[in-house]
């Protein structure tokens, strides 16, 4: 399945479930400004779930383009980590809340896209018996379904206000026979990874540290756009898992890829770095940081940011000359950037 078939399958499974399409909006989130970027889908419903502003519906459903640089330096080293990239999501302004949640998404993950159940692996807060057990009468085995802390299951602003409260997320082993057994949930593995974070708004956070209860309980979901999409493509739809799942494996990437290498005269070959670095594995990494910030430049200028001296300008500046840094490793003297 093509990616943009993947997007439409998405936004139009939750109109069929009563969400109003809602486009993306721009990466510079004037209307928040606790972010230099818009870091996720829920940000735009922000002020809709502190009960600031009202909407015409309850329900919404978006694919959001998102900035974030908290991992840059992972960007290009992994298969999975990028600065720009699309969230997918659905959201509940006060109405539905973690039944319909999680029963959307496993409808929509299992039936829809047909991921292999027998690969998937569940997440919840600590103490959130209610997900676990609308996790269980869906029909998944108690130990498929994993209990964490705050850090991996508690989502919110951090040192920020804002909405926030537990979530559930679902994780996908990526290994050739896919018999890790949750071993590998939240291990900073490329070979299982969380696809979908399901939060479940109960809190406004503040900056303090300390929460109040919202008037209302609220649904954001985000799903990793391209990691679906990897795990879709890479896999030959679901069928063949020996090779390595990688998000620049996917028609997002491959046209810019394709691009590199006439202009390099270098070969892709989708290599991860190992410890002491092979000239491939150099090569590769190259190419995955200009694929991935030749798009967050792309789409920022678009949305009317600049690489420029002050503020989110210089971040975009500092990621336009990490690209072109990578180039160096491929061979370009000139610039080459802009033919990209
Ligand atoms: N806000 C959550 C996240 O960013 C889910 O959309 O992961």
Redesign the pocket.
Known sequence: MKTDEIREKYLSFYETKGHTRCESDVLVPTWDPSVLFT????NPFKDHFLGKVKLDFTRATSSQKCLRTGDIDNVGRTSYHHTFFE?L?NFSVGEYFKEEAIGYAWEFITESLKLPKDRLWITVYLEDDEAFDMWRRIGLPEERISRWGEKENF?GPVGAEGPCGP?SELHIDLTPEGDTKGSLVNADSGQCIEIW???FIQYNANPDGTFVPLAARHV???MGFERVAAVMQSTNGFSDFSRPVSNYDTDVFSPIFAELEKLSGKKYAATLPGPGQTGQEKTDTAFRVIGDHIRTLSFSIADGIQPGNTDRNYVLRRILRRAVRYGRTLGFHEPFFFKL
């Open positions: 870091p996720a889908g829920m969230m999501g989502w979530c974070n399901l939060v954001d979901t985000g």
